[in-house]
């Protein structure tokens, strides 16, 4: 019987073995043309369109994701990054050009964009197929070779990316590896160019000190809490549309989900009257049970339930007033949308990420308590902000912090294929998306070429004279 060392040992041996050679398929890659990555890149639409069915299959079989859901967020969202790609690689790829000045009067200057090299993509569980996904779109336009680590959370979704991935790529170029966080752990030990994550910031923080042993870039694509405010400008109609439709879309569990509303006091109870209108009609028939609609997605397992239970019953404890929902089943790991009213801010609901159905509300008397109390929090991944009032719109975009923002709306931010996306500080480290990810995954190297026996720079050789330093003077100056 072979034991766990020796397990280990032959996991380390075939992951060394598999690095060394992607890493000489890399320097390969990285002479190729622009071309290459472009039928790479098509093979790979093509058998996402061709799929859609097993994808939509899998992601319900592993947290019942509704089959519009799984269209619109996981295989739409990879579509659209493949498709900018292709219609914009050959502009990303081409080295831009930059002034030299008279400093450098006579050479050429260049920023040429080489790929990382062996990059590591180690994706979550509530976007299970379009967090993985994505980011090798971009590790591939980029020039990359790629190894993939799948959530094992959602195993029905990591198998099909694993079948998706042998039939598309040799195993030189790009791998998934399936497991728990042992093979995480084993992974992260290698030197690799590049580390894609995305997850919480408690593994994020781990993903980043094995990273710091190499040296390895990373892009940290993590969470937080996203707050929503309402002022009295705003549509309220409009904003309790878009809020219910933004916190129950994957049954809440959404990195860029609203995570908390701050609403003007004035408008509290008009807005709450829409809002309780939306919960009944948007993502079920009224008078229909959440439990039988077909729209509505589950939380992905009973760890996760227990916690969010957990969290909603302490803050109702705590003094917060239940106003709507609050319905459980642990059999299904079913959690309704809940709506709680002034809810204590030391409460859990207040102080983590919830990542679920469960949306906490309190209201406010001016915008200074609002970013105040914002930028006494760590920095959110996204801020919405419903309001008409430009110069409160403003007033947030300068006097707060946050990896993205959204005025009137939610969530959409991520779907635009040509805004950066991701956190800052504790919400994230790097940008993600179109050309913002190509740029993610590859080296911007400075090309400087001179002409032979000439360059500016002889004007300032040794020896240092006076004139020479007059020259230095002017310069110091002046360029």
């Keep these: 019987m072979i034991d766990e060392k020796q397990q280990t040992k032959a996991l380390d041996a075939d992951l060394s073995e598999l690095f060394l050679r992607q890493s000489q398929k890399a320097l390969l890659l990285r002479q190729e ?61 081409k080295p831009k050009s930059v002034p030299a000045g008279l400093t450098y009067f006579g050479s050429s200057a260049f920023v040429h964009y080489e790929p990382k090299g062996v990059c590591l ?45 042998g039939e598309l790529f040799p195993q030189e170029e790009v791998a998934v590896y399936q497991g728990g966080p042992e093979i995480t752990q084993r992974l992260l030990q290698l030197p690799f160019n590049h580390i894609f994550f995305t997850g919480s910031s408690a593994v994020g923080k781990i993903v980043m000190e094995a990273a710091a042993k190499n040296l390895s870039s990373v892009t940290l694509e993590l969470g937080g809490k996203s707050p929503v405010i309402i002022d009295k400008t705003a549509n309220l109609k409009d904003a309790a549309e878009k809020i219910v439709w933004g916190k129950l879309l994957n049954c809440g569990q959404t990195c860029v989900s609203p995570d908390y509303l701050f609403i003007h006091e004035s408008v509290r109870e008009s807005f709450m009257e829409h809002l309780k209108y939306f919960l009944e009609t948007l993502f079920k028939q009224p008078g229909e049970n959440f439990k039988e609609t077909p729209n509505y997605a589950r939380i992905i397992n009973k760890k996760h339930y227990q916690r969010l239970c957990q969290a909603l019953s302490t803050a109702i404890e705590d003094g917060a007033s239940l106003v709507y929902g609050g319905d459980v089943d642990e059999t299904e790991n079913f959690i309704s949308p809940t709506v709680l009213d002034n809810v204590p801010l030391h409460t859990t609901l207040m102080k983590e990420e919830i990542f679920g159905p469960i ?27 419903f309001s008409n009032d430009k110069r409160i719109q403003k007033r947030y975009r300068l006097e707060t912090s946050s990896g993205t923002a959204c005025v009137n ?71």
Excluded at 137 to 162: D, H, W, Y
Excluded at 447 to 460: E, H, M, N, P
Excluded at 462 to 470: E, G, N, T, V
Aim: charge should be positive.
């Design 33 to 93: 043309s622009y071309g290459l990555r472009i039928e790479r890149l098509k093979k790979l639409k093509a058998w996402v369109l061709a799929n859609t069915t097993k994808i939509r299959d899998a992601v319900y079989s592993d947290f019942k994701k509704p089959e519009f859901e799984a269209d619109l967020s996981e295989t739409f969202v990879v579509l659209a990054d493949i498709n900018l790609a292709l219609k914009s690689l050959k502009k990303w790829t």
């Design 121 to 165: 993509i180690i994706s979550p569980w509530n976007y299970p197929f379009n967090l993985c996904i994505g980011p090798l779109v971009s590790a591939i336009a980029a020039g990359n070779t790629a190894i993939i680590k799948p959530s094992e959370l959602t195993p029905n979704t990591s198998q099909v990316i694993a079948q998706m991935v």
């Design 359 to 385: 949306l906490p509300v309190n209201t406010f008397k001016n915008h200074d308590e609002v970013i105040q109390y914002i930028n006494g929090q760590p920095k959110a991944l996204s801020l919405y902000l």
């Design 409 to 479: 709306d939610v969530v959409v931010q991520f779907q635009q294929p040509h805004l950066p996306f991701g956190g800052v500080n504790e919400s994230g480290i790097g940008k993600s998306h179109g050309h913002f990810g190509f740029l993610a995954f590859s080296n911007e190297k400075a090309w400087l070429k001179q002409r032979v026996g000439f360059t500016s720079a002889k004007l300032l050789y040794p020896p240092y004279s006076a004139a020479k330093k007059r020259i230095l003077n002017i310069l110091m100056k002046y360029f």
